[in-house]
């Protein structure tokens, strides 16, 4: 009794779904960024837009969860002043049916909050001890200890 319970449920779900699981299945990425820009104690504006990402530390991961992160990332500006931000990365993703296909859209979403101003021996010390191909290239070479 339970089986032809269970088989006319499927045969239902399978009619309602009009072929969706049998679509090939696309992908796509999108990224949204929030850029921050804050006057800080030098009188100087600083903006996450304008700036280079230089590094990421890895250290300072404030929070993980399904799809979110927390940490802070270092800057180098134009002018060449060193700073940080904390940025928030959040991936969103959803299934659309289109047509013959179904698309896979991954949104992922920076936001950058909390400017600091940071001093260059702070920054060459955390890249000195967490990538020296990264140290090489913004502070040239070391001799060998």
Do not use: C
């Amino acid at each position: 009794m339970l089986e032809k319970i269970f088989k006319n449920k499927k045969g239902d779900s399978h009619e309602a779904d009009n072929g969706f699981w049998r679509k090939t299945l696309k992908k796509d990425r999108v990224y949204e960024y929030h850029h921050k820009k804050a006057v800080l104690e030098d009188g100087m504006l600083y903006d996450t837009e304008s700036a280079k990402k230089v590094f990421t530390d890895e250290a300072s991961l404030e929070y993980i969860a399904l799809g979110r992160t927390v940490q802070r990332v270092y800057f180098l500006t134009p002018n060449g002043n060193w700073f940080s931000a904390k940025e928030e990365v959040e991936a969103e993703s959803g299934i659309t049916d289109v047509g013959e296909y179904r698309i896979q859209v991954t949104k992922i979403i920076y936001t950058y909050s909390d400017l600091r101003m940071e001093q260059k021996y702070k920054v060459k010390d955390l890249i000195g001890r967490n990538d020296y191909e990264l140290y090489k290239e913004y502070f040239g070479e070391v001799e060998e200890a």
